[in-house]
């Protein structure tokens, strides 16, 4: 072969090559197998449970669906793997990935843990959320937590909740003296100091506790949920509001080690995940108390209250005693937690009394419709 004739039979073939890649390169590619991820969450709430057990699934759902089926979550209610009240001890041991319930459950692992949850007389859901998301609870939570080897995030929020049931009518002080109730956190121990006798039970034990006898009186969250246990067939007394869970968080817990092995795309659809069903569980709440409420009052002879000035005063002593004391620990933790929640409470609530409740009040007085 001439090399003139070679020269131009390399540059045709180099030419037909450079073809084929670009062609090459413009098909699609085969998928490459992603590793199906299986997690277990453990739930203190009763299956189905309204608004928070149905948030739980609803979070569940929400994560395997944004990671299109790579991190599963299989969820169990309380009792099913594990007894309610042992969903963190699941996680912390390694029986479960995921953990979902409130985070003053576990004031006995650590005090500063209440104060994630609801604080007597303190902060409002919206004040809670902005004193975590943006003026450091995060990072102090996130404190606490690294002793046991996990992660917490806000995971839905039910709002001021309902003060509780009672057998008795409430007059006063004295009338809560004995008083055998069911209530978690710093607000037990607001209970407490005003006489009642107080003990902490997973959802699904207090109506039998109630029939029982074994208790006097429960509060819980408020009517969507307080419908669904039944307590109106044993108690008719119903208190409004609560001054000891002004704005209750429920959380996420996760294994640390297992969190932070994932992707950095699946962490971020559970934390997204958890954020978007903080806001959809506080909705939920929102739009069926109402309704609840109602059937409550209309088709079950509920009479609904309000607190005596002199329980509502008396609490908000004990609340202030309460935290006092936290800030006064002898552990670091528990001492720096409830410093950040007071000093954020003073800021945040300038806003709350001067927007938000001036406007609610004004609301109140003078639209008629």
Known sequence: MKRRDFIKSAGAAGAAGAATVAAAATLPRPAVAQERIEWRMVTTWPKNFPGLGVGAQRLADRITAMSDGRLVIRVYAGGELVPALQSLDAVIEGAAEMSHGAAYYWQGKSRGLSFFTGVPYGMTSRELSAWVRYHGGQEIWDEIYDQFGVQGFLSGDTGTQAGGWFKKELTGVDD?????FRTPGLGGQ???????????LA??????ALQSGALDAAEFVGPYNDL???FYQVAKNYYFPSFIEPGLATELVVSKAKFQALPKDLQAIIQVACQAEYDQVASDFYANDPVALRTLVNQHGVIVHRFPDEILEAGAEAAVSIISEHRDSRDALTRKTAESFVAALKLLRERTDTVDHAFVEARRRHLNI
């Open 203 to 208: 959802a699904g034990d207090i109506f039998q």
């Open 190 to 200: 607001v209970w407490e100091r005003l006489g009642a006798t107080v003990v902490n």
């Open 176 to 180: 809560i003296r004995g008083l055998k």
């Open 228 to 230: 669904a246990l039944g």
